[in-house]
Nanobody, 120 residues
Framework: QVQLVESGGGLVQAGGSLRLSCAASGSSFSINAMAWYRQAPGKQRELVAGITSGGSTDYADSVKGRFTISRDNAKLTVYLQMNSLKPEDTAVYYC??????????????WGQGTQVTVSS
């Protein structure tokens, strides 16, 4: 029903910046909230940032002031601007979308993940 494709990950030096993108595609759906999660090897997946359909945002304490989540509803895309990156930010980043079908059913879709590696 809905597919999510992330892009923008890569290798960056500490203090550098990356911009992640997540584009949704499909048919007969509308996007509600979207979010970015991350998971480091051997660690639990954690919420990094979320954004509602109305544009309200929330961030993990560890990224406040450094990361910014935004969305372009016309393009069905959510972004994560990551500045002042630290080695602790190294992880696979996943996009999640909460969406509704034309039948009114609420579902969740996950992207495949994109690797972010920050060197010291």
């Amino acid at each position: 029903q809905v597919q999510l494709v992330e892009s923008g990950g890569g290798l960056v030096q500490a203090g550098g910046s990356l911009r992640l993108s997540c584009a949704a595609s499909g048919s007969s759906f509308s996007i509600n909230a979207m979010a970015w999660y991350r998971q480091a090897p051997g660690k639990q997946r954690e919420l990094v940032a979320g954004i509602t359909s109305g544009g309200s945002t929330d961030y993990a304490d560890s990224v406040k002031g450094r990361f910014t989540i935004s969305r372009d509803n016309a393009k069905l895309t959510v972004y994560l601007q990551m500045n002042s990156l630290k080695p602790e930010d190294t992880a696979v980043y996943y996009c999640k979308a909460d969406f509704s079908t034309t039948w009114g059913t609420r579902l969740v879709s996950w992207g495949q993940g994109t690797q972010v590696t920050v060197s010291s």
